[in-house]
């Protein structure tokens, strides 16, 4: 199922840094995108969501949307250890359609 | 902040056998969901449920699967025969009218022996 791609690679980085992460998708009904965060032995819970290509920030997190290029970008300013989770993109076709297509997941740790 | 509660958190069966999986949706929401994610795997859609019946359900969610809303607190979903690829973390998910947020639960590991 190659709707939603994430590269799922682990992400180590020291605290204080920008962490960077993307999805790219190839189904251009998509109008919402969302970022989650899973913690371990925990359900997805939302940290973004975005209807328009652009930037949305909310305190140290931005989204960014491009969809033209079918792109969609979570950055994470200033990371903090507590930030040391799995961070997941989704998005649907439209408002009040949750069937959401997930990607695989990047599992971030920042060290303190 | 209110949340939604899974059990058990884990659940292991034989193949053949039904399990019921449950789910205790935050009371004034009115959507309904199951997901699941296999090990390794991406977070998949199963199926959403609202006003007591099945608004939308995936490719997965085959005969095999059911769900349920038994009364007004509680949103269930069976397994009637459960395979070895049925093994997965199912996690129910539920909203309100009002607003897109999915509120998940902390899920149910199901491992079919």
């Known amino acids: 199922q190659k709707e939603v791609e994430q590269d799922p690679g682990p992400l180590s980085v020291p605290e204080g840094a920008i962490v960077s992460l993307n999805c790219t998708y190839s189904?251009?009904?998509?109008?919402?995108f969302m970022w989650y965060r899973q913690y371990s032995r925990k359900g997805p819970e939302l940290l973004m969501y975005?209807?328009?290509?652009g930037n949305k920030e909310d305190g140290r997190f931005t989204a960014q949307v491009d969809k033209s290029s079918k792109y969609i970008s979570l950055f994470i300013r200033d990371s903090q250890p507590s930030d040391s989770a799995t961070y997941l993109c989704?998005?649907?076709?439209?408002?009040?359609?949750?069937?959401?297509?997930f990607g695989k997941g990047n599992q971030v740790v920042v060290i303190p | 902040e209110p949340e939604v509660t899974q059990t058990p958190s884990h659940q292991v069966t034989q193949m053949g056998q039904e399990v019921i999986l449950r789910c205790v949706p935050i009371?004034?929401?009115?959507?309904f969901y199951w997901y699941r994610q296999i090990l390794g795997q991406k977070v998949e859609f199963l199926v959403s449920f609202y006003n007591n019946e099945i608004s939308e359900k995936s490719e997965i969610f085959d005969d095999q699967f059911s769900v349920e809303r038994p009364d007004g607190s509680n949103f269930t979903l069976k397994i009637r025969s459960t395979k070895l690829e049925d093994s997965a973390m199912y996690f129910c998910?539920?909203?309100?009218?009002?607003?897109?947020?999915?509120?998940f639960g902390s899920g149910t590991q199901l491992s079919v022996l």
């Open positions: 189904n251009s009904a998509f109008q919402y």
């Open positions: 975005t209807y328009s290509s």
């Open positions: 009371s004034n929401h009115l959507y």
């Open positions: 998910a539920s909203r309100d009218r009002l607003n897109e947020k999915l509120f």
């Open positions: 989704a998005m649907s076709i439209g408002y009040g359609n949750n069937r959401l297509a």
